[in-house]
């Protein structure tokens, strides 16, 4: 029983994190390979044209396969 209680515990936490203010976006691939900036030094907030923050990005694992794919093949224009 501990483990679920632990379990319960830690997905209430993450809930009452991703229930604040802000807004949740995904990038298309392309702009992590592709923009000029890298992935930490990115202000999200005028790209998207919005005013709220902050801003959490989300990574599908298809994105993270994707950019494995193309580490792999050495292949970065896209």
Do not use: C, N
Request: proline content about 4%; charged content about 30%.
């Amino acid at each position: 029983m501990d483990d679920l209680e632990g379990a319960t515990r830690a997905l209430d936490e993450v809930i009452t994190r991703l229930s604040g203010a802000g807004m949740f976006a995904v990038a298309d691939t392309s702009v992590y390979i592709e923009h000029e900036q890298k992935l930490e030094d990115l202000d999200f907030v005028p790209l998207l044209s919005i005013w709220e923050d902050p801003v959490r990005i989300l990574v599908p694992i298809i994105i993270v396969d994707e950019l494995e794919g193309v580490k792999r093949r050495g292949d970065h224009s896209g």
